[in-house]
């Protein structure tokens, strides 16, 4: 099985995505979108992507150290994910 080096739009049934050297974005799993925000998939979607996460803040540590608890990744043509905060470490910034 080849993995995948680039995320395609929703629904593309080109060969790259038939022979899985890409995957199209309504077949991406969490994994695969995590990659694809970090920079490790080559983003040929086309899409727009809103990334929300949930946070629990402690009163001994500053907000800078916070782990988000969860994490949900939208993008513009109505798909949705979500997943644990370990596929996507988002820290917030000072």
Do not use: N
């Amino acid at each position: 099985m080849i993995d995948a080096t680039a995320v395609h739009p929703a629904a593309c049934g080109c060969t790259s995505c038939l022979v899985g050297e890409s995957v199209p974005l309504s077949g991406a799993t969490e994994a695969q979108v995590a990659a694809l925000l970090l920079g490790k998939l080559e983003d040929r979607t086309g899409a727009e992507f809103r990334v929300q996460a949930t946070y629990q803040a402690c009163a001994a540590a500053p907000l800078t150290e916070a782990v988000p608890k969860a994490v949900t990744v939208q993008a513009s043509q109505g798909l949705m994910w979500f997943f644990d905060s370990a596929l996507l470490p988002l820290r917030p910034t000072p």
